[in-house]
């Protein structure tokens, strides 16, 4: 079993920054790739960013290239989402889960081990 626990959520102006953190415990995760996820009110969950194990592979949604980071800290077993120039549209709880293993890194049935959310609000 793993517990993901994400942290860093709360409100911001728009143009604001916001690092959000994901501590893992519990069964290791080394191996395995971590992602991210929001979901906006009244919407469908969405991909965010997603990265190896080893850091050297990272995926983001298209639209969140250049204002998003993925990292990781596996000495930590952390992983972070660094939120730059933040935008009313970026409002939505944020998860972190833990992918199965396949090709998928985009969709939310590839992943299992879901953290509990945190909520992030933009204000224009």
């Known amino acids: 079993q793993v517990q993901l626990v994400e942290s860093g959520g709360g409100s911001v102006q728009a143009g604001g920054s916001l690092r959000l953190s994901c501590a893992a415990s519990g069964r290791t995760f080394r191996g395995y790739v971590l992602g991210w996820f929001r979901q906006a009110p009244g919407k469908d969950r969405e991909f965010v960013a997603a990265?190896?194990?080893?850091?050297?592979?990272?995926y983001y949604a298209d639209s969140l290239k250049g204002r998003f980071t993925i990292s990781r800290d596996n000495a930590k077993n952390t992983v972070y989402l660094q939120m730059n120039s933040l935008k009313p549209e970026d409002t939505a709880v944020y998860y972190c889960?833990?992918?199965?293993?396949?090709?998928?890194?985009?969709?939310?049935?590839?992943?299992?081990?879901w953290g509990q959310g945190t909520q992030v609000t933009v204000s224009s």
């Open positions: 889960a833990k992918r199965m293993g396949g090709s998928d890194y985009y969709t939310e049935v590839a992943y299992h081990y």
């Open positions: 990265i190896s194990w080893s850091g050297d592979r990272k």
